[in-house]
């Protein structure tokens, strides 16, 4: 009962320090994107990074605060929290589809150290790919300008993809936990 309480409190602690990140830091630093075309949206480490056991219908509940939290300080309507839980909806799937031959081991979290370089590049790309499309077309509200919204797409999955590969790999350890 004391780790359950523990984990909590540590992904509560997350959720707090990724939404802070993404509306006091990431948004100050470049508030046009970069160069007009890529945006950074950190706050989906939260949610890719997760534990791999997390239950989907608590993956859904975050995706959804995180995206709604977002929506209410940038004043999106909505945006961010339809690609958030498209993205918490659609994680369990990729991480079914990636399953190494041996499984998951049931302590596991999304990470390069223990997963390797391609299954995360692979599972980043995807899960990211797949928030821009959602982000960018419902904020366009429909298929217009679909030259520029592909734009946006491949710049922000490339730019946030390459900020969690950083952060992967400064703050994640490279050994499992003794739990």
Not at 13 to 35: E, I, M, N, T
Not at 43 to 56: A, E, R, W
Not at 101 to 129: C, E, K, P
Request: hydrophobic share 55%; proline share 3%.
């Amino acid at each position: 009962m004391q780790g359950a309480v523990g984990t909590i409190i540590i992904q509560l602690l997350r959720f707090a320090l990724y939404l802070a990140l993404q509306v006091f830091v990431v948004s100050r630093l470049a508030p046009d994107g970069l160069f007009g075309l890529g945006w950074c949206f950190l706050y989906l480490g939260f949610l890719l990074f997760l534990p791999i056991n997390t239950p989907i219908v608590l993956q859904l509940v975050l995706g959804f605060l995180m995206g709604i939290s977002l929506d209410i300080f940038f004043d999106t309507g909505g945006v961010h929290a339809v690609a958030s839980v498209l993205v918490a909806y659609l994680r369990p799937w990729v991480l079914r589809l990636l399953t190494p031959r041996d499984g998951y081991d049931a302590a596991d979290s999304v990470n390069i150290h223990r997963m390797g370089w391609q299954w995360f590049m692979v599972y980043t790309v995807l899960l990211l790919g797949i928030h821009n499309a959602a982000f960018f077309f419902v904020e366009l509200g429909g298929l217009r300008s679909i030259g520029l919204t592909l734009g946006k797409i491949i710049v922000s999955t490339l730019f946030t993809g390459i900020v969690l590969l950083i952060i992967q790999l400064v703050f994640f350890s490279t050994r499992r936990s003794s739990r």
